[in-house]
């Protein structure tokens, strides 16, 4: 254990009054780190798929569950949990390297304004401890609602026996759901995560990653070097992966999908389970696809910087205005102008200076920026295949064909 790891775990991490118990060991090669509220009947279904892996590959890997619940959690949640611990302490897996931390009993629960961010926080600040720092460490984000494939270990490790791959994200495809409705609003929903997706590869940006709780894993210290995981209560992963990527590129693992549930959830304030609630329930959208149109103003505005990263604020911004009045709008309500005196005079490298930038218009800006511009002309099956024919596939027409072909470019097989 270096001496960054150690003064993150004084100064940083969240430790007491959570306590991983379980297995002992400290040698691991790999953690993976899974949220576990009221989970007693989906909990079983993920590490049964995770038993499903090479023993080889689970032999070097520790699995912590953290058994969460607010202060102020129904009394049906934690009566769940309670079950949960005690069905645990019962070693359910003797195949497995488990470990759990209980943040649901008196005393122990996480405070009202908490949430999944902490319970995350929590389990990887936990697996600090437990894992092999001579070995350059993998932190791996799980859900307890998310089934994973047979080969899910082997395509971890096998993309991270590479040195320079530092944080990754992994293939995903909900799970079916129970009612044609429901499956109806996954898909299109996921026909809008994978669009933008491929839009912002399209554009250039280095945000073009998705970010999904259950679908990441990075090196230790890379972990350690941003602060480690936020405590938010939804989102958490987006702003997590969004800091990684400020320091190191965000790759793709290949040849495994991770399932995430498709199921109802109210438990963060938005989310998969509370998009698709939403479609269901009111029959909205309560997304915005966002056209070609938008995704092109941001590949001009990115290439923009980069072929005049020594010129000044006032040159870009009236380039800027060319691209587009929303553009240059967004611009001056963010202060651009001091914001690129002032990179410029902190970083004298082009390579320095385009690094800083991107720093400065991350995945939060970026998302900000296309989400002013829309296109209420056409339906979100023209919106999709306007963006598709602008990447080279031609037309393709009917949600169903586009979004095979985006989850085939993304790492889905069929």
């Given at each position: 254990m270096n001496r960054r790891v150690e003064k993150y775990l004084k100064s940083r991490a969240v430790t007491l009054p959570w306590v991983a118990t379980g297995t002992d060991r400290s040698d691991f090669s790999v953690a993976i780190v899974i949220p576990v509220l009221a989970e007693r009947d989906t909990l079983p279904e993920i590490l049964d798929s995770l038993c499903r892996n090479s023993a080889e590959y689970l032999s070097q890997t520790l699995i912590i569950l953290v058994i969460n619940n607010r202060v102020n959690c129904s009394s049906a949640e934690l009566l769940e949990n309670q079950h949960t611990l005690n069905w645990l302490g019962t070693t359910p897996y003797p195949g497995l390297n488990l470990a759990w931390v209980d943040a649901s009993s008196g005393g122990l629960e996480l405070p009202e304004k908490d949430g999944v961010g902490l319970a995350r926080k929590i389990g990887f600040d936990a697996a600090l401890l437990r894992i092999d720092w001579q070995v350059d460490p993998l932190l791996v984000s799980l859900d307890a609602d998310t089934l994973v494939d047979s080969n899910y270990l082997s395509a971890i490790f096998d993309h991270f026996s590479e040195q320079h791959n530092r944080?990754?994200?992994?293939?995903?495809?909900?799970?079916?759901?129970?009612?044609?409705?429901?499956?109806?609003?996954?898909?299109?929903?996921?026909?809008?995560?994978?669009?933008?997706?491929?839009?912002?590869?399209?554009?250039?940006?280095?945000?073009?990653f998705h970010s999904i709780g259950s679908a990441f894993s990075c090196r230790a210290d890379a972990y350690v070097r941003v602060g480690g995981m936020n405590r938010?209560?939804?989102?958490?992963?987006?702003?997590?992966?969004?800091?990684l990527a400020k320091i190191t590129a965000v790759n793709?693992?290949?040849?495994?999908?991770?399932?995430?549930?498709?199921?109802?959830?109210?438990?963060?304030?938005?989310?998969?389970?509370?998009?698709?609630?939403?479609?269901?329930?009111?029959d909205t959208i309560p997304f915005h696809f966002v056209p070609v149109a938008g995704f092109k103003i941001l590949k001009q505005w990115l290439d923009l910087i980069r072929c005049h990263v020594d010129?000044?604020?006032?040159?870009?911004s009236r380039h800027s205005l060319d691209i587009s009045t929303d553009l240059n709008q967004f611009l001056l309500e963010l202060g651009f102008s001091p914001v690129w005196k002032k990179l410029q005079k902190n970083h004298s490298s082009r390579e320095q200076r385009l690094a800083a930038f991107h720093c400065w218009f991350d995945a939060l800006r970026t998302r900000q920026l296309l989400t002013r511009i829309g296109d209420e002309s056409l339906s979100v099956e023209r919106l999709v295949a306007v963006l598709l024919e602008w990447g080279g596939y031609g037309e393709i027409e009917g949600e169903p064909a586009q979004l095979r072909l985006l989850e085939n470019l993304q790492g889905v097989q069929q």
């Open positions: 944080v990754a994200v992994l293939p995903f495809h909900h799970q079916s759901a129970p009612s044609p409705r429901q499956e109806k609003a996954i898909r299109h929903y996921e026909l809008y995560l994978r669009s933008y997706l491929f839009g912002l590869s399209l554009a250039g940006s280095p945000y073009a938010r209560c939804g989102g958490e992963d987006f702003y997590f992966l969004q800091q793709l693992v290949s040849g495994t999908v991770v399932h995430p549930s498709s199921r109802f959830s109210q438990r963060v304030p938005f989310g998969t389970g509370r998009v698709v609630q939403q479609q269901v329930d009111s010129s000044s604020a006032d040159q870009i």
